[in-house]
């Protein structure tokens, strides 16, 4: 499962630097996330970028991907007391770092944390686990012979959805890729 926000480089443990370190928040050009972690990173800042796993249609068939948590979002803080942030402001990537008023937003390294333990459950689980369909919903065919149709959701997996179809007074079993099915 490949994106182009693999090629990220390990975000650092909170507890690896100062831990009482704030996080700072930089808003980023439109995707240009990666840019901008890179950049910062290079500037010797320590960067986290949260990624999202997620289904998306892709050539005919559902494929998980990642793609950042908080879209045009990333964190960062100072490695050392002696770093300023002012250089971040004009960083490739970065329009500018969030503020209130004068005041820079900060984000505690706890926040994060339950940031990060929400990403490692969501990347960890697999297709059928992303799937909004779930066996007793109520689904209706899309794109496919039976357009229009509706059925059951019987069973999910990482592949193909088994959805029972009333076929001439008779329940059919139709197995079926992600993509052929909305719900009801």
Same mark, same amino acid.
């Given at each position: 499962?490949?994106?182009?926000?693999?090629?990220?480089?390990?975000?650092?443990?909170?507890?690896? /630097?100062?831990?009482? *370190?704030?996080?700072?928040?930089?808003? #980023?050009?439109?995707?240009?996330?990666?840019? +901008?972690?890179?950049? %910062?990173?290079?500037?010797?800042?320590?960067?986290?970028?949260?990624?999202?796993?997620?289904?998306?249609?892709?050539?005919?068939?559902?494929?998980?991907?990642?793609?950042?948590?908080?879209?045009?979002?990333?964190?960062?803080?100072?490695?050392?007391?002696?770093?300023?942030?002012?250089?971040?402001?004009?960083?490739?990537?970065? /329009?500018?770092?969030? *503020?209130?008023?004068?005041?820079?937003? #900060?984000?505690?390294?706890?926040?994060?944390? +339950?940031?990060?333990? %929400?990403?490692?459950?969501?990347?960890?689980?697999?297709?059928?686990?992303?799937?909004?369909?779930?066996?007793?919903?109520?689904?209706?065919?899309?794109?496919?012979?039976?357009?229009?149709?509706?059925?059951?959701?019987?069973?999910?997996?990482?592949?193909?959805?088994?959805?029972?179809?009333?076929?001439?007074?008779?329940?059919?079993?139709?197995?079926?890729?992600?993509?052929?099915?909305?719900?009801?």
């Amino acid at each position: 499962m490949s994106s182009k926000f693999d090629n990220r480089t390990a975000n650092p443990d909170p507890a690896s /630097t100062d831990s009482e *370190s704030l996080w700072f928040l930089a808003h #980023t050009r439109p995707r240009l996330e990666t840019v +901008a972690l890179q950049n %910062l990173q290079q500037q010797g800042f320590d960067v986290y970028l949260p990624l999202y796993k997620r289904l998306k249609k892709i050539d005919a068939s559902m494929q998980a991907v990642f793609e950042p948590m908080f879209s045009r979002y990333v964190f960062f803080r100072t490695t050392s007391l002696a770093q300023s942030i002012a250089p971040v402001r004009s960083t490739r990537g970065v /329009t500018q770092i969030v *503020s209130f008023g004068s005041e820079f937003a #900060t984000i505690r390294p706890d926040t994060l944390d +339950a940031i990060r333990q %929400l990403e490692q459950v969501r990347n960890a689980a697999d297709v059928a686990e992303l799937s909004a369909l779930r066996p007793g919903h109520l689904v209706r065919f899309c794109n496919s012979a039976l357009s229009g149709l509706e059925g059951v959701v019987k069973s999910v997996s990482s592949y193909r959805v088994a959805v029972l179809l009333e076929i001439m007074g008779r329940q059919q079993l139709v197995r079926v890729d992600h993509h052929q099915l909305v719900a009801a």
